[in-house]
């Protein structure tokens, strides 16, 4: 009895270390992307040229939607690619238009990240350009004569990468 007894606790023994040995595969996460950017200022930007008095603030984003790196090329992972683009910004801050040059002639693949890019930053918002005019009263005191807000633009670099399925998406703002 105590020989099978024995036997038996040996058996379910092997039985779970067999089953131990034996690896059942993972199945990996789903192909992902993300996204960055940088701002550059291209050559012969065109700047707004302040009068004496004048002082401009705001123009700096506050809310900013990541491109998704378009799903149907994780598959074939294409080298990385750069998507530089104009952000034109209207005088309530919002992007009303997203200008990427060469667009004509870039092919489905090129297309596809301009559109991610196009999707995402149409959903940036920016806090408006605003210029005031100062000036003195007869005391020396400064005050704001009148201000406004100004549409204006800026140029961003956005970068897609992807790594054995996985992606990563950077934009970057043009500097001065």
């Known amino acids: 009895m105590i020989r099978f007894a024995r036997r038996l606790s040996l058996a ?6 067999a089953g131990c040995a034996s ?12 996204a960055s950017w940088r701002m550059v200022a291209p050559p012969g930007t065109v700047r ?3 009068a004496m008095g004048e002082v401009s603030s705001g123009a700096t984003p506050f809310r900013r ?33 997203v200008r990427v040059s060469g667009e004509r002639q ?14 995402a930053a149409r959903q940036w918002q920016f806090q408006p350009l605003s210029i005031s005019r100062w000036a003195a009263d007869a ?35 043009a500097q001065p």
């Open 23 to 34: 690896t059942s595969r993972i199945a990996p996460p789903p192909p992902s992307g993300d």
């Open 65 to 97: 939607v990541k491109p998704a790196y378009p799903p149907g090329l994780l598959a074939i992972c294409p080298p990385p690619q750069e998507v530089p683009a104009l952000l034109i910004i209207d005088d309530q801050g919002a992007v009303a238009e």
């Open 139 to 173: 005391e020396g005191n400064s005050h704001v004569v009148d201000s406004g807000t100004r549409p204006f633009s800026l140029t961003y670099v956005f970068r897609f990468e992807c790594h054995a399925g996985q992606s990563t998406v950077s934009a970057a703002a």
């Open 12 to 17: 379910v023994l092997a039985a779970s270390l």
């Open 106 to 119: 870039a092919d489905a693949s090129r297309h596809a990240f301009i559109d991610a890019v196009r999707a």
């Open 48 to 50: 707004y040229q302040l």
